[in-house]
């Protein structure tokens, strides 16, 4: 199988360094007493810094969403030159973009996004400071949801697919899906992550890993979907 590096608490960084529209919002600390170790600690996003704090090895279903980060990532920028290529030619490879936008609608949103909706839930009973932020990252998820699903139907070649939608209304529709995305998960390393890290314990994982079922990615798993591989060129 492929093995991953053990990266300390502090190496939390987001999946890319995007223009966003506003910075994530610094968390008030947990009140755990005044004896807890959660108290005295400030909760701040360390963006890849070194904290000074005694380093932790991340937990593994921890390593595996910022995995999943990395790879829809590295998908993200392949819609970036679909975006491109429209706003040179009018043109784009329209296979490739129903291929990254079917993989986005069927693995992540059936499979990551519950799994962070689970890690919302323990964060936000640890910490209840997260409440408003574990609502809107909530909220997120189903709206890039169906953001995804709408753009993947008005593809042509779909059912739903008008004659009318021009490159340019494309291009807008794919541009809003990659910024809206890459800040998402800007917000969730940022704070959430930073937090299940700090607060979550062995059990709290082992609940998280039990209630979603194990699904193989088709294209970042031990073998590509022979539907997605052209999509590992680009």
Known sequence: GKKRAVHPVHAIR?????????????????????GSRQAREPVTPSHGRPSGRRQRPLPA??????DEHRHIARLLVVLQQQVAALRQSGRADIGTVRAVMDYMTRYPNRHHHPKEDLVLAKVEAANPAIADIATELRRAHGTLARQGQALLALLPGSAQHSKRM????????????????RRHMHYEESILFEEAARLLRKADWKDIEAAVPSIVDPIFGETTAPEYEALLAN
């Open 166 to 181: 021009r490159g340019e209304r494309l291009r807008q529709l794919l541009a809003d899906y990659i910024f809206s995305m």
């Open 14 to 34: 987001p999946a890319l360094d995007v223009p966003l529209d506003r910075p994530p919002r610094r968390l008030r600390p947990h009140n755990g007493g005044a």
């Open 61 to 66: 279903p921890l390593l595996t969403l910022l």
